[in-house]
């Protein structure tokens, strides 16, 4: 079946640090990828996306690839900052609906 | 502000009842979904609707109905309400039918308690 596997959480950073937070997908054919995220409190709202194979989604500083010979979307972002503490959550998009993986919280010290 | 609004934001009650959550969508945007964000099932799909119709059905309750009216706003109904029941609803709304690329947008959510 469809499914999306993330890294386990919390991840704590320093501001400034590098982020990375690794997500696999299982899906057959080829989906489109997603990173929401979700602040305290708030609902999700997207960050990037990817359509196809090859493809990166960028926004604020964060980026992902979409790498189907490893089904593959890791988000990184080069500098985080406080700001930046909140969950991420991968998706992949099968049939109309959003199947998400289990949500990586991130909280980022100043 | 995705432009998705839901009501109430918080709602309190007691098994056996039932209650109706509420969702508009963005303008122009003619697809609702519903999900449930609970701690032991993470994000689930329940029920998508497009243009009125039901068009896509996931693991939702049979207790649970929803239903998207001709203004495009929908509502999900969740009756005979378990402890379990207790989680954040979110509603989403995309411009169509949802073929892979579309991007959903995301209310703010109804957080529900049952006691």
């Known amino acids: 079946g469809n499914s999306v596997t993330q890294m386990e959480g919390p991840v704590t950073l320093s501001e400034e640090a590098f982020l990375t937070i690794n997500c696999t997908y299982t899906?057959?054919?080829?989906?489109?990828l997603f990173w929401y995220v979700q602040y305290p409190g708030e609902g999700l709202q997207l960050l990037l996306k990817?359509?196809?194979?090859?493809d990166k989604g960028s926004n604020k500083g964060f980026e992902a690839t979409y790498r189907k010979e490893t089904t593959s979307f890791h988000l990184e972002k080069g500098s985080v900052q406080v700001s930046d503490s909140a969950v991420y959550f991968c998706?992949?998009?099968?049939?109309?609906?959003?199947?998400f993986g289990q949500g990586t919280e991130l909280s980022v010290k100043p | 502000d995705s432009g998705v609004t839901q009501t109430p934001k918080h709602l309190i009650t007691a098994t056996g009842q039932r209650v109706t959550l509420r969702c508009s969508p963005r303008?122009?945007?003619?697809?609702v979904y519903w999900y449930q964000q609970s701690l032991d099932q993470g994000l689930q799909f329940l029920i998508q609707?497009?243009?009125?119709?039901?068009?896509a059905k996931g693991n939702i309750l049979e207790r649970f109905s929803a239903q998207q009216f001709p203004d495009l706003h929908s509502e999900l109904n969740l009756s005979s309400l378990e402890l379990g029941d207790s989680a954040l609803y979110f509603c989403?709304?995309?411009?169509?039918?949802?073929?892979?690329?579309?991007?959903?947008?995301f209310g703010p959510g109804t957080r529900l308690l049952v006691l």
């Open positions: 989403a709304s995309s411009v169509g039918r949802a073929g892979g690329q579309e991007t959903q947008y």
């Open positions: 899906a057959t054919g080829y989906p489109s």
């Open positions: 990817a359509t196809k194979a090859d």
């Open positions: 998706a992949l998009s099968r049939e109309g609906k959003l199947i």
């Open positions: 303008s122009g945007d003619l697809s």
């Open positions: 609707y497009y243009n009125g119709e039901e068009r």
